[in-house]
């Protein structure tokens, strides 16, 4: 990166990335958990977890939204050295650096089927939900003001995550046609050619 330009990562995309891994995981810990009929019963436990699954996703997706909106309001914009990292960059690196917490929420929830069965995995499910509507809400804000939001990869934390982290100062803006993902972090799709 020439002449002070920056390595920057899409804000959208850094929230998005931990989505799937935590639905899917959820998905099939809570699929495995209902098999198991644990202390509480399977209805009780089913009935716990859509209770924890709604928790977890209105928790994450609302979390922090005003450190988020602060932070876009001050995005300055970016230069013409800084260099945008690809969308598969980014979740690359967040599921690279989260891969044991992933792993050991995942046991977690498996372990927690034989007390309350499938709760843990509505509640991991419901936390990659809440990532996705948290997402939902930035590409909404993007495309109202026709700017993409992004972030310098060094005040990311180590395993790519904490994009509104204490290391964050600000963001950075680009216009809306900008990078390899759309508003939200979902992969662009190209225009069919006619």
Same mark, same amino acid.
């Given at each position: 990166?020439?002449?002070?330009?920056? !390595?920057?990562?899409?804000?959208?995309?850094? &929230?998005? $990335? %931990? =989505? *799937?891994?935590?639905?899917?995981?959820? @998905?099939?810990? +809570?699929?495995?958990?209902?098999?198991?009929? !644990?202390?509480?019963?399977?209805?009780?436990? &089913?009935? $716990? %977890? =859509? *209770?924890?699954?709604?928790?977890?996703? @209105?928790?994450? +997706?609302?979390?922090?939204?005003?450190?988020?909106?602060?932070?876009?309001?001050?995005?300055?914009?970016?230069?013409?050295?800084?260099?945008?990292?690809?969308?598969? @960059?980014?979740?690359?690196?967040?599921?690279?650096?989260?891969?044991?917490?992933?792993?050991?929420?995942?046991?977690?929830?498996?372990?927690?089927?034989?007390?309350?069965?499938?709760?843990?995995?509505?509640?991991?499910?419901?936390?990659?939900?809440?990532?996705?509507?948290?997402?939902?809400?930035?590409?909404?804000?993007?495309?109202?003001?026709?700017?993409?939001?992004?972030?310098?990869?060094?005040?990311?934390?180590?395993?790519?995550?904490?994009?509104?982290?204490?290391?964050?100062?600000?963001?950075?803006?680009?216009?809306?046609?900008?990078?390899?993902?759309?508003?939200?972090?979902?992969?662009?799709?190209?225009?069919?050619?006619?």
């Amino acid at each position: 990166m020439a002449r002070g330009g920056q !390595g920057l990562a899409r804000v959208a995309c850094v &929230v998005r $990335a %931990g =989505a *799937a891994p935590l639905w899917w995981l959820g @998905v099939f810990a +809570a699929g495995i958990g209902v098999l198991v009929p !644990g202390f509480t019963g399977r209805r009780i436990g &089913v009935l $716990a %977890g =859509a *209770a924890l699954f709604i928790v977890a996703a @209105v928790t994450v +997706a609302f979390r922090r939204r005003r450190r988020y909106a602060a932070l876009a309001r001050g995005a300055a914009r970016a230069g013409k050295h800084d260099v945008l990292q690809d969308r598969a @960059v980014t979740v690359r690196n967040w599921r690279r650096g989260h891969r044991w917490w992933l792993l050991l929420a995942f046991l977690a929830a498996l372990g927690s089927s034989y007390a309350v069965p499938a709760a843990g995995g509505m509640l991991l499910a419901g936390t990659g939900a809440g990532l996705w509507l948290k997402a939902a809400w930035l590409g909404r804000r993007e495309r109202a003001e026709e700017a993409l939001l992004w972030v310098r990869v060094d005040w990311l934390a180590r395993d790519g995550g904490r994009p509104a982290g204490k290391a964050v100062r600000a963001y950075r803006s680009t216009g809306i046609a900008a990078g390899d993902a759309a508003p939200g972090g979902s992969r662009r799709r190209t225009a069919a050619l006619v």
